[in-house]
């Protein structure tokens, strides 16, 4: 059974930073590109960023470019997300998913996809 499971959200103030991770399982990790993805309050879901299977090509949505950074961790089966620099806008929930192969591109096609974890940025 596949699983992927994000930890790292939280309430940080505007410009601070944060680490989501996802853990995955139940799958061959390695094989398969990831991505970010989030859905703030009231809208629909916003790609982040993708990253392929062995982590050589990454993409960022432009408004991400220069403060997320996306990387993995293929030994520990795990994805992760720093965000730095983070605004109001950038509060949503967000989810990682699976790519149904291993290369990365924005907006998938993705096959499985985490809980989510909840961003706040607020003063």
């Known amino acids: 059974e596949v699983q992927l499971v994000e930890s790292g959200g939280g309430l940080v103030q505007p410009g601070g930073s944060l680490r989501l991770s996802c853990a995955a399982s139940?799958?061959?990790?390695?094989?398969?590109?990831m991505s970010w993805v989030r859905q703030a309050p009231g809208k629909g879901l916003e790609w982040v960023s993708a990253?392929?299977?062995?982590?050589?090509?990454?993409y960022y949505a432009e408004s991400m470019k220069g403060r997320f950074t996306i990387s993995r961790d293929n030994a520990k089966n795990t994805l992760y997300l720093q965000m730095n620099s983070l605004k109001s806008e950038d509060t949503a929930v967000y989810y990682c998913?699976?790519?149904?192969?291993?290369?990365?591109?924005?907006?998938?096609?993705?096959?499985?996809w985490g809980q989510g974890t909840q961003v706040t940025v607020s003063s």
């Open positions: 998913a699976k790519d149904v192969d291993g290369i990365a591109t924005m907006h998938g096609p993705v096959d499985y």
């Open positions: 139940g799958f061959t990790f390695d094989d398969y590109a």
């Open positions: 990253i392929s299977w062995n982590g050589g090509s990454t």
